[in-house]
């Protein structure tokens, strides 16, 4: 005999069979969570140190992305740059005040950027020594002048091709056929003040790079300074004088007309730390150009 199953007890076995499927969902839920979406004890704060740390180096590193190491060797590559000596003079640091681009005469601009050509990038008459010949010592195209004039003042500056004078290296530049022919010049230069000046630090400011640079002027006879204002004495000439009795006068010559050379680098060491809490100061802005070179744009006595 066929047995039949009430409405009762069909509703509650339609009730059994809904509870069983939701526990069995809820298991398998379960073991999908802890298998694949529960996180470990600490994996969470892991991941926020390590967002923290980015953030960090973020924070550190200036706006143009450059860390304090890399800031400092483009700080000390710049101030290669502008330490351009001519003979006893430092044309980017002579101001009491701010220098800028337009305070300098244009064949003035010309010699500052002749220093920065290498003899690579020149036509050098090596038999040519004797200044007294007036003897064409260095041929430079237009081209290598305009390269390295952008590569000091920015691209977007304009170059005046004129005549000039190069100090340090007795040369007198004459400019003809899109090239420069510096001949030996004859003389040299005699002042009562030299001055000399060592890199400090670097600094970021609003994208631009700020080299800050100690400064000591020497004026013969006299004492030392702090600075071209000659306001602030800051010492006798005893301590100079026996520093340059040590130099020979090779080596300061090659220093003075900046070439490189260990034991003038050595005198300006010395030099600059003995008198350091009382040296000039001065801040050197370079600009970034469309070409992402550094450019010098002003000097400026704190």
Known sequence: MEKFIGKKEGRFYIIALIIVALLSFGAIGYLVYDEFIKEEPGENNEVNNEENNQNNEQNNNG??????EQLNALGLEL??????????????????????????????????????????????????????????????????????YYKLFGSDKTVNHQFYTDFSNYLTCSYNNNEYQCAMRIG???????????????????????????????????GIYSDSTESNRIDNLDYYDNLMDSLSSDDYIDGINGINNSNYNNFIDNLCARYDSNAGIYEVTFKKDTTDNYYWYSTELM
């Open 188 to 222: 040299g230069d005699v002042t009562d003040v030299v001055k000399y000046i060592k890199y400090d630090s670097t600094k970021e400011v609003a994208g631009d790079v700020i080299v800050t640079v100690k400064s000591l002027y020497v004026i013969n006879n006299d």
């Open 63 to 68: 706006e143009n992305g450059l860390s304090a």
């Open 79 to 148: 101030f290669d740059m502008i330490d351009n000596r001519q003979a006893y003079s430092l044309p980017l640091f002579n101001t009491e005040n701010i220098l800028t681009y337009d305070s300098i005469m244009d064949n003035n601009k010309l010699a500052l950027a002749h220093k920065l050509i290498p003899d690579s990038e020149k036509t050098i008459n090596e038999e040519c020594t004797d200044r007294l010949s007036s003897c064409v010592r260095e041929v430079i195209s237009k081209s290598t002048m305009e390269k390295y």
